[in-house]
Structures are given as structure tokens and as C-alpha cells.
């Protein structure tokens, strides 16, 4: 627990640190796409410093993190389809959700595009239901059609707030910025919780 806390704590940081890089658009699509299939950190870390700087560009950092990220969870699909025994069930192990798999197989039998928009709006870890989408052989349309619609909602809902009321937000941040990164691992935690036991 204290490992993956400070390995959090740790990409968090460096995460922000790209928000006032001249290349931070280009990281923010880096970092929203392999979010989808292996990083730990949630985009949402680098947009928003970034449209706290760029207030006016909320959308254009809304678009690039909405679209880099259904490409990645495009990518992870396939790892779990083409790639599973190499890449995608280290990646499931790492993530301690090796015995989630029936259960999320269970719910893409139920209602694969529900289970998919869940995962790409909310704090569970998108990725996992990526790559084993690949893997159970769900369709490709319905991960790209859920995607969109679910992080497209979560992203561009959370750069309009950021790009509207960005100097409190900003102000806010730098006041509780420690006690934000304890709720972002709680939240990444949580995530993971409800997929091993809730779904």
C-alpha cells in the first residue's frame, strides 16, 4: 500500500510538472492514451493545471484528452485481443484484478456498453475494461461509441468547471494540494475496489 502510494504520489508530480511545458498539449495526448491501457495517473492531473493557465482553451484541452483516450482504450483493446499472454495479463496482475476477470466478463454479457461507459466516466480503472473488452472479443464499435460519450462527458464536463472558475480552483489546489492527492489515490483505490467486488 505504501509502495503504490508513493509510486502515486511520485507520477503525480512529475504529471504536473508538464503542464507548463512548451510541449503539453502533446503530453497531455501521451499521457490520456496510455492512461487507457497502462498508466496509473488519470489525465484529468495534467488538464487541468493546463486549462487553469489556458483558461480559453478548455475545450481544445477537453477535445485532445477526450480523443487521445479513446484511441488508448482503442490500443488496449487490441492488447487484450492480439496480445494478452505478452502484455495484457501482466498489465491485469499489476493492478491486482486478475480474479475481476469473470465478473467483468459477467457484466459485458449483461450490457457491454453500460459496463464500458461506467468505466470511462467514473473513477474505475478504464483500462481494465479495455483491454479484457479485447479479450472477451466485445465489439470494437461499442468500446469506441461508450468511450466517446463516457470520458467526452467526464473530460469536457471537468475543463468547462476548470476553464469557468479557474482562479479559485487554482487557489484551491495549491491550499489542499496534498490532501487532493490523498482523495486522487482514494479515488484510483475505490476504483479498483468496485471492480474486485462491487460490479
Do not use: C
Not at 469506441?144 to 487557489?171: C, D, H, M, Y
Amino acid at each position: 500500500m505504501n509502495y503504490r502510494f508513493t509510486l502515486l504520489h511520485s507520477l503525480y508530480h512529475w504529471t504536473l510538472k508538464w503542464a507548463a511545458h512548451p510541449h503539453a498539449s502533446r503530453m497531455l495526448f501521451f499521457i490520456s492514451f496510455i492512461e487507457s491501457s497502462i498508466f496509473l495517473i488519470p489525465p484529468d492531473a495534467l488538464m487541468i493545471p493546463m486549462v487553469i493557465a489556458e483558461p480559453k482553451k478548455w475545450f481544445r484541452f477537453a477535445l485532445i484528452t477526450t480523443a487521445a483516450s479513446v484511441l488508448g482504450g482503442v490500443a488496449g483493446y487490441y492488447i487484450g485481443y492480439w496480445l494478452w499472454e505478452t502484455a495484457g495479463k501482466a498489465v491485469i496482475a499489476f493492478y491486482g484484478l486478475s480474479d475481476a476477470m469473470m465478473i467483468v466478463q459477467i457484466k459485458y454479457e449483461a450490457n457491454a456498453f453500460a459496463a464500458i461507459f461506467t468505466a470511462a466516466l467514473t473513477p474505475i480503472p478504464y483500462k481494465v475494461f479495455t483491454i479484457t473488452a479485447g479479450l472477451f472479443h466485445i465489439s470494437l464499435m461499442t468500446l469506441i461509441f461508450a468511450s466517446i460519450i463516457g470520458r467526452g462527458l467526464r473530460f469536457f464536463t471537468v475543463a468547462w468547471l476548470v476553464g469557468k472558475f479557474g482562479e479559485p480552483v487554482k487557489e484551491f489546489i495549491e491550499k489542499y494540494f496534498d490532501i487532493l492527492t490523498v482523495i486522487t489515490a482514494a479515488l484510483l483505490i475505490g476504483g479498483f475496489i468496485v471492480v474486485r467486488w462491487l460490479i
